[in-house]
Each structure stands twice: as C-alpha cells, then as structure tokens.
C-alpha cells in the first residue's frame, strides 16, 4: 500500500531515502482519525515509529512553518519538542527527523547531556522548528530561559515508559506543565503501566489508541534461541557463539558496568574486534564506538540496556542476552536492536541451567516461541569455518595487474598444495579458539526438555550417576562453623573459586575451624587449577580462603553433610548468619567473574568475607 496523499516536500523526502509504502504504525498514524489528534501508540522498536511521528507532525508544522520551503520557514520558538530517554536516541531520532524536514527547510536542534550546554544555547538563540532532547538537559535549557516552548504545537514522548523507568518522571512534569495547553501530545510507549495511563491522562486529551504490536509480541523478524550453560561457562558461551554465527556486527548485552567492561576486556584479549557502551563512557566515547560499528571496523558491542538504548547500526544481526533480562520488555527492548527495516535478525539467551524455569515464564510472558538449541561445540563451529572458507577463497575476484604478477610470482615459487595451505592458515589465524564447555545434558532443573550437548538442557529429572565419587578426593578449607560457615554458602563459593557446577561436589562435613569437602573423580584437575588461580592469600574476601588437597576428614568427625547426589545438606548449627559473613547478605559491588555459583544470577555479588 502506498503512502496516503502527503504534502509533496515529504514525498520527495521520503522518496529520496527508498520509502514506497509505510509500515504499519506509519500508516496508521496518518489514517484521517488520527491526524490533527493525541495519540497514544505502541509498536515495536525498528518499525519505522520516528518517521511515523515525523509524518503525523507534519501537516500542522508546514501550514504553521511555512510550506514552500526555507525562505518561508519560521525561525524563532519551536514548534515542536521530542523527548527521548537517552542521547543516542535522541541523536538518532533527531537524524532521522533531519532528512525527513530538509526538503521543507526545518531546522532541528538536539539538545543532550554529554554535549556542550552553552553551543545547544546559541543553536536554540537561533531558531528552530523542531527541539530533540534528553529530560534532564532540555529541562536545565527551560530553567536557564534558553528553551522557549511558548509556541509549541506538539509534543512527543519517545519511549515514554523507559523514561519513568529511568526516573525522569518529576523532569517531564515540569516540561509538559511549561507547554501550551492547545499543543497536541504524541505518546509512544511498549508497555501501558500504570504511571504511562496517568501521565496520558493528566496531559492528554481524547486521544487516540494505535497499537500495531499485535497479540504475536514477538518480533517477526527476528528468531530467538535460547541455550542452557553452566553458570561458570557463561563467558564460554558468549565466544562459541560469536564465532559460530560470525555476524557482521552483534552486540552483548550486560547488567552493570563493571560487567561490560570486564567481558569488554575478555572478548579483546581473545583476539575480537569489541567496543563497549555503558554509562562511564563520554559522549564522544560513545560516538567513537558506535561509528566503529557502522563502518565495519569492529563487529561486537558490549553494551548495559540504557546505554544500547537508540543503537540503530544497519549491519546489526546478532543480540546475544548474556546476562538475562529483568522482564519481558526488557527482552524485547534488547532484541529489537537487531531484525530492524525488514531484515532478519537472531537473539540468543545465555541462560544458567538453574534459572531455565525462571527464563522460560518470561519468554512466555512476552510471547516469544525460542528455541532451546545447544551453545554451537568446537567441531560445529570448525565445520562452518571450513564452509566459509571455502566460499570466501573460491569467490571471483577482481584484481589489478600488480596483484596479478604477485600471484603469479608465488605460484611459481610454491607448489599448489603449500599455496592454498598459506592461504588457510592466514585466513584461520585471525579467528579466535572456541571453547569446550561443561557437559549439563543431566542437569537440567525437572520440567526442562531439549537440547543434549554441551549446551543443551538434558532429560527430565535424570537420576545422578554416583559413580564419579568412587574415586572422589578430600579438599579441607580453613573455616568453619566458628566462621559460620554452611552448605548453603559454601557450595556457591566452591563453583567460583574452582569453576566447577554443584553436580561435582560430593559430602561436605564442616568442623569448628575447618571445612573437607569432595570433588568428583571428572572435575579433579580442572578445580585445583582454578583454586590455585583465583587463591589471592591474605584477603579478607573469599579469595584468601585457604583450599588444599587433604586426606580426609578426621576420624569421627562432627558437620554438616551434603550427598553427593545433591540433597539437602545436615541441620546447620544455627538458622543462619549475620549480614557480613559467610552465608549472610551478600555485599559490596557485583563484580566481573567468568564463574557464579549455582541458583544466582550471572556475575552475582559476592559476600564479604571476614574471619576471625
């Protein structure tokens, strides 16, 4: 369906970036009921929702701005205001509103935290018909008498549940309170929380429900797979998977900063070319990675959910949720970054094998059909390396003559054979290893059902195998019950300090001052490696817990047991510990490590350690 009978500067605008019909929400918004009223829209990110309130605004703007052109424009107060939740969506919104008014001579300023304040003022001193801005920075120009709104005709709210989301409820108040009452007011939001319906209603009037999500949530465009690991191969997966899909650019998503930064950190010394997005980076830090991305320079963004927030990267094919959304809309605000314009798209969910259950009622929640696939192996990702090598060396090529006499010099220098081995191994060096990961196919938490390799979900309730604590070694630790010290604790602090899953840790039998416990026969080595690595002796965190190879536990010994099947462990000597020590609240910051114990999130913070 084409686009309704536009005024023809908007036609033209239009044509010129290959618009030939409108997608849903751009149709609907320009249906005759609508125009000249409040709206209150939901649609999905990527359909087309800034040009749709570009085109609604329009009528009224060129018969107020002028229509023939720029030497009719009005230059003075705008006309005009968009509030976005973060800066990079307001500089892209304010991009896409630029080609959309260029024909019709509208000029656009965008006012945001992290640029310079007394430049946006002189722009704003200049005139404008349409202002894009932050919360925080368009309120500071009103309070500095910079932003005159006194001739406003509408008003829009980007993303408007992201902004209460983000507190900025008491900066919108005093912005809309400051506006015309006769100006028309544009609300897009995902979700319809209450906050949302009072703020329609307190500043709205008969407006006008359009929603084009559809009872389908899911984005069409993109597929969602979702794979169980152990919660210490998390980082594990992110590579495997990056090198199994190998897309042009994908971006990670992390919970905090501290986590971006250190997977950011892990993913460069792994040889991937990576940038990464969170509030501790500057405006032009941002913008630095971010053209990074589109020009192709770099292929993985590693970003928390506010600071990904407008990402709008063309080549953008891969969202992997590394650490796991804090609800539905969450998860569809991360997924949307990718399956944009028509294209496709995948979204991957790194899920710790225990929070399965938690995951899947989310997925249900948003309405979402994933796919629980296994995390790609080692010999499935060589095997698509060899695919695409093959396709890449057997491509035509174009050349130019000096290219063609080296390679003819080098043909005549080397056999056949040793030239395409060259050329193999120059193109395999610049990919990373991937990673074998811990078999879980027979920890699923009951009610799981897929998968079957290292990264799928295995059968339903499987009984344990014993037998890996046949030939079972004693470790002793150097606290204890006087240290309140108990399983409950422990068996998490064990998995991060060995890396190891709950399933390899047989009896625990805790003493007064010090603790053995056993590690199955298959998780021997890979434990007392990576105790050794993460020993730092002397701190007062968990890290300075001794951990040593012991013969046993004393003759006769008293303690709290665990099975090795997994159940539950003996009667603590107490209910349980005060905040502060083993077993107690957990403080201080979440920190970056490759290792959570089991039932916690990903990454999750540590408790503080103080022994006596």
């Known amino acids: 369906m084409p686009f309704p009978t536009l005024n023809p500067l908007m036609a033209e605008a239009l044509t010129a970036q290959g618009y030939a019909e409108p997608t849903p929400v751009q149709a609907a918004v320009l249906e005759d009921e609508a125009l000249g009223r409040d709206l209150i829209v939901s649609a999905q990110t990527g359909s087309g929702k800034t040009v749709a309130f570009g085109l609604a605004m329009s009528a009224q703007l060129l018969d107020v701005g002028g229509k023939e052109g720029s030497e009719n424009a009005r230059r003075g107060a705008p006309l005009a205001l968009v509030i976005a939740p973060t800066r990079e969506l307001a500089l892209q919104v304010s991009r896409e509103l630029t080609w959309l008014y260029d024909a019709a001579g509208g000029r656009i300023v965008t006012c945001v935290g992290?640029?310079?304040?007394?430049?946006?003022?002189?722009?704003?001193?200049?005139?404008?018909?349409?202002?894009?801005?932050?919360?925080?920075?368009?309120?500071?120009?009103?309070?500095?008498?910079?932003?005159?709104?006194?001739?406003?005709?509408?008003?829009?709210?980007?993303?408007?549940?992201?902004?209460l989301d983000m507190g900025f409820r008491e900066d919108l108040e005093e912005i809309l309170d400051a506006t015309p009452a006769t100006r028309k007011t544009l609300l897009f939001s995902a979700t319809?929380?209450?906050?949302?319906?009072?703020?329609?209603?307190?500043?709205?009037?008969?407006?006008?429900?359009?929603?084009?999500?559809?009872?389908?949530?899911?984005?069409?465009?993109?597929?969602?797979?979702?794979?169980?690991?152990?919660?210490?191969?998390?980082?594990?997966?992110?590579?495997?998977?990056?090198?199994?899909?190998?897309?042009?650019?994908?971006i990670l998503f992390c919970a905090t900063r501290d986590n971006v930064r250190h997977l950011h950190a892990t993913l460069l010394e792994r040889g991937f070319a990576a940038?990464?997005?969170?509030?501790?980076?500057?405006?032009?830090?941002?913008?630095?990675?971010?053209?990074?991305?589109?020009?192709?320079?770099?292929?993985?963004?590693?970003?928390?959910?506010?600071?990904?927030?407008?990402?709008?990267?063309?080549?953008?094919?891969?969202?992997?949720?590394?650490?796991?959304?804090?609800?539905?809309?969450?998860?569809q605000h991360r997924s949307g970054r990718t399956g944009r314009a028509g294209k496709k798209g995948t979204a991957v969910l790194i899920v710790p094998y225990p929070r399965r259950r938690r995951v899947e009622g989310m997925?249900?929640?948003?309405?979402?059909?994933?796919?629980?696939?296994?995390?790609?192996?080692?010999?499935?990702?060589?095997?698509?390396?060899?695919?695409?090598?093959?396709?890449?060396?057997?491509?035509?090529?174009?050349?130019?003559?000096?290219?063609?006499?080296?390679a003819a010099e080098l043909a005549g220098r080397m056999e056949?054979?040793?030239?395409?081995?060259?050329?193999?191994?120059?193109?395999?060096?610049?990919?990373?290893?991937?990673?074998?990961?811990?078999?879980?196919?027979?920890?699923?938490?009951?009610?799981?059902?897929?998968?079957?390799?290292?990264?799928?979900?295995g059968g339903v309730g499987m009984p344990r195998d014993h037998s890996e604590f046949d030939d079972a070694v004693w470790f002793r630790m150097d606290i204890g019950r006087r240290h309140n010290a108990d399983p409950r604790w422990l068996l998490p602090l064990l998995c991060r300090r060995g890396h190891v899953s709950r399933n390899l840790i047989g009896a625990i039998r805790?003493?007064?001052?010090?603790?053995?416990?056993?590690?199955?026969?298959?998780?021997?080595?890979?434990?007392?490696?990576?105790?050794?690595?993460?020993?730092?002796?002397?701190?007062?965190?968990?890290?300075?817990?001794?951990?040593?190879?012991?013969?046993?536990?004393?003759?006769?010994?008293?303690?709290?047991?665990?099975?090795?099947?997994?159940?539950?462990?003996?009667?603590?000597?107490?209910?349980?510990?005060?905040?502060?020590?083993?077993?107690?609240?957990?403080?201080?910051?979440?920190?970056?490590?490759?290792?959570?114990?089991?039932?916690?999130?990903?990454?999750?913070?540590r408790p503080t350690l103080k022994r006596k």
């Open 275 to 331: 940038v990464a997005l969170s509030g501790e980076h500057s405006q032009a830090e941002r913008n630095h990675a971010l053209q990074a991305l589109r020009d192709g320079r770099v292929r993985v963004c590693v970003a928390t959910d506010v600071a990904a927030r407008g990402i709008d990267v063309a080549s953008l094919s891969l969202v992997i949720h590394v650490e796991t959304p804090r609800d539905a809309e969450v998860l």
């Open 510 to 605: 805790i003493g007064p001052n010090e603790t053995y416990f056993q590690i199955g026969a298959k998780g021997q080595a890979t434990f007392l490696d990576a105790v050794k690595r993460t020993s730092v002796p002397g701190s007062e965190e968990e890290s300075g817990i001794t951990i040593e190879r012991s013969a046993g536990p004393p003759e006769g010994g008293a303690g709290a047991r665990r099975s090795p099947g997994g159940g539950a462990p003996g009667k603590p000597h107490r209910k349980g510990p005060p905040a502060g020590k083993p077993g107690g609240k957990p403080s201080g910051k979440p920190t970056a490590s490759g290792g959570a114990g089991p039932g916690s999130a990903p990454y999750a913070a």
């Open 416 to 457: 056949p054979l040793e030239l395409a081995l060259a050329l193999v191994q120059a193109k395999s060096g610049q990919m990373p290893d991937p990673e074998e990961l811990i078999d879980i196919s027979s920890r699923a938490p009951s009610g799981a059902v897929g998968g079957g390799n290292a990264g799928g979900a």
């Open 363 to 406: 997925l249900r929640t948003a309405r979402v059909n994933a796919n629980w696939v296994g995390v790609p192996t080692p010999e499935m990702i060589r095997e698509r390396d060899r695919e695409r090598l093959l396709t890449a060396l057997t491509a035509p090529v174009e050349a130019s003559d000096e290219d063609r006499a080296l």
């Open 114 to 163: 992290g640029m310079n304040a007394a430049l946006e003022r002189k722009a704003l001193g200049q005139g404008a018909h349409i202002v894009v801005g932050t919360p925080g920075r368009l309120k500071d120009h009103l309070e500095r008498g910079a932003l005159d709104l006194s001739a406003l005709e509408y008003v829009v709210l980007d993303e408007a549940d992201e902004m």
């Open 192 to 250: 319809m929380p209450k906050p949302i319906v009072a703020l329609a209603k307190r500043y709205q009037k008969d407006a006008l429900r359009i929603s084009t999500v559809g009872d389908d949530r899911g984005h069409g465009d993109i597929e969602y797979q979702a794979v169980a690991v152990s919660p210490a191969d998390i980082e594990h997966a992110v590579i495997n998977l990056l090198r199994y899909h190998e897309a042009e650019t994908a």
